[in-house]
């Protein structure tokens, strides 16, 4: 007998409610583009947190703990200050907030680029921290050899090509990728590089429509478009920014709901109910056993 007092938790917010399903895995979503072609589209979000990953979870096949929540959930002006330990500890919440859908952490600014050996350090350590199934990293050709690294020593990598929000200062800005020729081509030459290297899917984001349909062509591996092309294997938006949770997003993004002023108005009622003392009511309080 266990001599351990444990606390009933079975009320906690935490606990999800109980889903039995089976994760999907790296390599059945490298698998569902099968000789160029992909019947049924990829469907990715961003996840950051535990409850928005269980609300996310059945309808998707990945969630991205992307660094975007630099800016989503940290308020930063970029993705550069983004360290280890957030990204480790937003993903850790959403490996446990969700059971059907593949977990893809970024690897942070700066926590992989200097050689393959430090990225394998940094991406060991993200999936032993969170158990997250995948690590994303951006960059082509540059990556391809630190790629073939990771993959080789059981690290699945998503790629990342065209407008890579890490590399802000070197373009100087958000703008869309490949509106000149040696752009375009350099585009689809780290494409090809990364999936030459094993990468087990790319997202492709901001660039020429034109651009995403040649890689999706040219790649065996299936791409995740965002602000890229319907023709993608699959697509990929930040969720705060599809819900409406923002005034400014990016031209590609498309809103599907409008949750800012849901949460607005909700918080109006909520401080007139204050104010006027009519909550809490009857409902809300406590008053002694009958
Ligand atoms: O960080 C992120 O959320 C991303 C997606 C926009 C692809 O990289």
């Known amino acids: 007998m266990s001599t351990t007092f444990q606390l009933d938790t079975s009320t906690s917010r935490a606990n999800p409610t109980p889903q ?28 950051y947190t535990a409850r928005q990953a269980q ?40 490996v446990r907030g969700s059971y059907h859908s593949v977990v893809v952490v970024d690897m942070p600014f700066g926590s992989y680029e200097s050689s393959p050996q430090q990225a394998f350090e940094s991406a060991a350590s993200l999936l032993k921290l969170s158990g997250a199934a995948a690590v994303k990293l951006e960059g082509g050709v540059a990556m391809a050899e630190t790629v073939a690294f990771l993959n080789q020593r059981g690290i699945p990598v998503m790629g990342h090509v065209g407008l890579t929000p890490q590399a802000v200062n070197v373009l100087g800005g958000y703008a869309a990728r490949g509106r000149s020729d040696t752009e375009a081509a350099k585009i689809l030459d780290d494409a090809k590089a990364l999936d ?27 791409t995740i478009g965002i602000g890229a092309s319907a023709q993608c294997d699959g697509q990929v938006l930040v969720t705060e920014d599809m819900l409406g949770m923002f005034e400014r997003v990016p031209r590609f993004v498309k809103r599907y709901a409008d949750i800012a002023s849901i949460i607005e108005k909700t918080v109006v009622s909520y401080a007139q109910e204050v104010r006027n003392r009519s909550f809490p009511g009857e409902e809300q309080t406590y008053q002694p056993k009958a």
């Open 196 to 222: 030459e290297a094993g990468a087990f899917a790319l997202v492709i984001e901001g660039v020429l429509e034109s651009i995403a349909i040649d890689v999706t062509k040219a790649v065996s591996c299936p």
């Open 55 to 94: 609300l996310l979870d059945t309808h998707c096949d990945l969630l991205l703990v992307g660094d975007s929540l630099g800016q989503v959930i940290y308020g930063l002006p970029s993705t550069i200050p983004v360290t280890m330990e957030m990204m480790a500890n937003h993903a850790a919440a959403v």
């Open 20 to 47: 039995v399903m089976k994760r999907l895995t790296v390599p059945k979503i490298r698998q569902r583009k099968k000789d160029g072609v992909t019947e049924d589209p990829l469907v990715m979000l961003t996840a």
